[in-house]
């Protein structure tokens, strides 16, 4: 069973870049579509981003010009890059798994890791 | 891009059935997954495909999509679904994933 764990910074300052990781284990990083989504406080859950393990990527445009999502399939792990952050980027991240195709739904979630952004 | 409206709030009595539904243009040909979110968890995947249930999710969750609207239903319900629903597309003309607002479901 495929298991995702989120790790990062709990705490980022305005105008910085919020960098997390998400790590996949009982299963391997290849094949798939990983997406990140997150959540403000007492909001929804919002599409970032979405990376194939062969490195290709498409993004919300709300946060294209910001997000910067990678992979490293020798760690079995992807990450995110948000960069220019302001209050309005903190929120609960979520690394979620999407399966071989796109249209797949996310099946496997991580718990999720707060960020707060603040000086 | 592509828009998911839910309804903000839904209540229903125990042992009733309640429907969430999940609005889009044309979304009946789009394949809809549903999301049950509890508070301070990761959310949970509770059909997808329209109408499938993954293994461990009671018979009583159902859905179906036709038109411009998906629909979730809950039969029997119980104070544990009380719990916030998302539901969520893959817009293939975009490539982007898209997640409604999300609906508050009330076990008076």
């Known amino acids: 069973q495929v298991q995702l764990q989120e790790s990062g910074p709990g705490l980022v300052k305005p105008s910085e870049t919020l960098s997390l990781t998400c790590t996949v284990s009982g299963g391997s990083i290849s094949s798939y579509y990983w997406s990140w989504i997150r959540q403000p406080p007492g909001k929804g859950l919002e599409w970032i981003g979405y990376i194939y393990y062969s490195g290709s990527t498409n993004y919300n445009p709300s946060l294209k010009s910001r997000v910067t999502i990678s992979v490293d399939t020798s760690k079995n792990q992807f990450s995110l890059k948000l960069s220019s952050v302001t209050a309005a980027d903190t929120a609960v991240y979520y690394c979620?798994?999407?399966?071989?195709?796109?249209?797949?739904?996310?099946?496997?979630w991580g718990k999720g890791t707060t960020v707060t952004v603040s000086s | 891009s592509y828009v998911l409206t839910q309804p903000p709030s839904v209540s229903v009595a125990p042992g009733k059935t309640a429907r969430i539904t999940c609005g889009g243009n044309n979304i009946g040909s789009k394949s809809v997954h549903w999301y049950q979110q509890k508070p301070g968890q990761a959310p949970v995947l509770v059909i997808y495909?329209?109408?499938d249930r993954p293994s461990g999710i009671p018979e009583r969750f159902s859905g179906s999509n036709s038109g411009n609207t998906a629909t979730l239903t809950i039969s029997r319900v119980e104070a544990g679904d009380e719990a916030d629903y998302y539901c969520q597309v893959w817009d293939s003309s975009s490539d982007h994933q898209v997640f409604g607002g999300g609906t508050k479901l009330t076990v008076l």
């Open positions: 979620a798994s999407t399966g071989y195709q796109q249209k797949h739904p996310m099946d496997v």
């Open positions: 495909y329209d109408s």
